[in-house]
Structures are given as C-alpha cells and as structure tokens.
C-alpha cells in the first residue's frame, strides 16, 4: 500500500483502516511510555544495585561487586535498556510483518550486547581473581590467563550464535551442515589461501609482533637473518621494510607463524619503584626483618628480574621516620602480560602489608607505583 492509497482511504473515510490506524498510533505510544520508563529504571539501577550492596550485602558479595561490576557500569546500563527495548517491541505483535523485521534487529542486538558484557565480565574477573591463583599455585603462567579469556570468548560467541539462531527458528543443523560441506569444498579449493589466514589468526591471537616493531627473521638457512620494521600485517602477509636496503618483503603469514621470530623492539624491561614510610625510625633488627619480607614477597613473583630487587632503607629530612625505597625490573613480553605482572605484584604488596603488620610494624605506602621502561642490558 503505498501514500496514494493510504490517504484516499483516510479521505473516504474507510472505517476499519481508521481503526487499524487508532490501534497502531496506541501501540506506538505504548512502546515510546515504555522505552522511555525503561531509559529511567536503567539510569537508577546501577545506584540502586550500588546502594543495596553497601548496605545489606557482606564484604565477600561486596567486594566482588565493587572491583568487578562497577567498572562496567555504563556497558550494563546499555545491556539493560537494549533489552528493555527488545522486550517492548512485544506491543507490535498484532502486526506480524512489522513484529518480525523489528524483532530479527532487537534480538540481534541484544545476543551482542549480552554476549560482550559477559566478555568483559570474564576479563574482570580473570584480571582480579585469575592472578590470585596464580600467585596461590606456582606464581608463574601468566599467558594462562590471556589463553583463558581467549577460551572464554569463543564459548561465549559459540552459545550466542545458538542463542540467536533459536531466538529466530533457525534449523541448527542445517545450518552447521551447510557450512561444513561448503567448508570442506573451499578448503579443497583454496588450501594455500586458507593456511594464510590460519597463520594470520594465529599473529592477531598471539601478537608476537606489531606494526611499528623490528624484527630478526631467518626465511633461508643458506642465507643471512634479515633484519627490519614491520610495515603492515595483512590478512595473507606481512610486509617488513628491510633496514640494509630499505626494500619491501612481504612473506605470507602462514610462514611468519611458523618461524622463529626475535622481536627486537620487545627488549624492554619495566623498572619499578615502590616507598614504605614508617612513622618511627626502625632497628637494625626491624630494619633486616623489612629487607626479608620485601624479598620473600616480592622474589616469587613471576616476572621480576631474578636479582633485581634492591632495598634501601634511611631516614628522610622532610619528615620524621624511616623510608624503605625498593627497586626491581619486570621481564614481559606484551602489554597484556606486563598488566597481569603488575597486578601480581599488586598482590606481593598485600601480602607485604599483612606480614608486616603482624610484626607490629606500622608503614604507609606511596600509591600509585611508580614504573619507568628500561632498554635490556647483557
């Protein structure tokens, strides 16, 4: 029906598209009441979880809740309100061909939503708890975490596929057995094709290297290393600028994967500095009693330099006391396993405080930590 007739029957007075009109134009006024009150409830909820929690629930509940679920405050308020919205598009049902294009883009939305708010659920807490048991069993393996939130995010795609594919009554294993045979026909078809994308799957998920980074390579054992700045990783190759000839080579990635790479930019390490200031000027006894708890705490953490720590400990001028200064360097090979050592050192120094106190020894610690990059020295 197009605007012709839409208003030909209006003028002539057609009384029973009059009256789908009246009960159109109520149901959209029912769904705008609604969405707008869900818009509200979504504003105060967080408020609402935040203020039940500081005042009925216990310190195990909310804990948990204040380092993970506050964070992501916003992202759950847009959850909500999507599915808020998807629940109201339920006023449209009398009118089947409208309810149906609208629910396949409310569904769809709210199977993304959902699914990224639990990612990023998953992340907080393997950031928060995971290095806790890490440093509860051996304090080593921190690509287990990275490795697990990588496990999790692809159970997490793999049941909102499901879910989306149930919420619209699609056949599943039509589905699945569709695109497995058109999977092993194109596998057939383009093998070398295909082995380039795995390898580039396999440099996105590990990051053994970044555009911007120089890199040694061997491609040729009868051949000298070569030696340049990654340019581009692309879905087939990578290129890197060659550093003696400034010349171009593109290698494809499935042998970039499967080669031993040093990443030169990459020797780096992390220099941290932490202070402890004691209100009274410590014994010698106190004083060797600091240097072993600081040791001990901070020696088992996976990452730090072996040797590298160093304590100083003297009296300031500016204020009365004493001051332990301790210095050490982090090894790490990516930006997401630095994140995870720092945080396992966050952990050494809850430790350090209860042992500490339990010897009676009263300190205040200088927040935040202070972390300087240092080139690697041999």
């Not at 708890?293 to 088992?300: D, K, Q």
């Amino acid at each position: 029906m197009d605007l012709s007739e839409i208003l030909l029957k209006l003028q002539f007075g057609d009384a029973n598209f009059q009256q789908l009109l009246k009960s159109f134009a109520r149901d959209l006024g029912w769904f705008v009441f609604w969405t707008i009150l869900g818009i509200l409830v979504t504003r105060l909820l967080p408020f609402f979880f935040q203020w039940c929690v500081d005042r009925f629930a216990p310190k195990f509940i909310a804990e948990p809740h204040n380092r993970i679920i506050s964070p992501l405050r916003n992202l759950l308020v847009r959850t909500a309100l999507i599915i808020i919205i998807a629940i109201n598009i339920n006023v449209f049902r009398p009118y089947p061909a409208l309810f149906n294009f609208l629910q396949l883009f409310a569904y769809f939305a709210v199977t993304i939503s959902v699914a990224w708010f639990i990612s990023r659920i998953v992340r907080q807490v393997m950031q928060v708890h995971g290095t806790q048991l890490i440093k509860s069993f051996s304090g080593k393996g921190d690509d287990i975490i990275i490795i697990g939130e990588t496990i999790a995010n692809v159970a997490i795609v793999f049941f909102a596929v499901i879910f989306f594919a149930q919420s619209q009554n699609l056949n599943l294993a039509s589905v699945l057995t569709g695109v497995g045979i058109g999977g092993i026909a194109i596998a057939f078809a383009a093998k070398e094709v295909l082995s380039q994308i795995v390898g580039t799957i396999v440099l996105y998920l590990d990051r053994p290297y970044v555009p911007g980074e120089y890199v040694r390579a061997n491609f040729n054992p009868a051949a000298e290393d070569i030696y340049g700045r990654v340019e581009s990783i692309g879905i087939r190759s990578s290129k890197i600028r060659l550093a003696a000839t400034n010349t171009l080579l593109i290698v494809p990635n499935s042998i970039m994967a499967s080669t031993d790479v040093e990443n030169i930019s990459r020797g780096t390490k992390v220099m941290a500095l932490l202070y402890l200031d004691f209100p009274r000027v410590l014994r010698d006894g106190e004083r060797s009693l600091v240097d072993q708890v600081l040791n001990n705490s901070l020696g088992h953490v996976f990452g730090i330099e072996s040797g590298s720590i160093r304590i100083a400990t003297f009296e300031p001028e500016d204020k009365p006391g004493t001051r332990a200064r301790v210095s050490f360097f982090i090894m790490s090979a990516s930006s997401g396993s630095l994140n995870i050592q720092k945080r396992l050192v966050e952990v050494a120094n809850q430790e350090i405080a209860e042992r500490l106190a339990a010897n009676d020894l009263q300190f205040s610690m200088e927040e935040p930590m202070i972390y300087v990059d240092s080139p690697v020295t041999k």
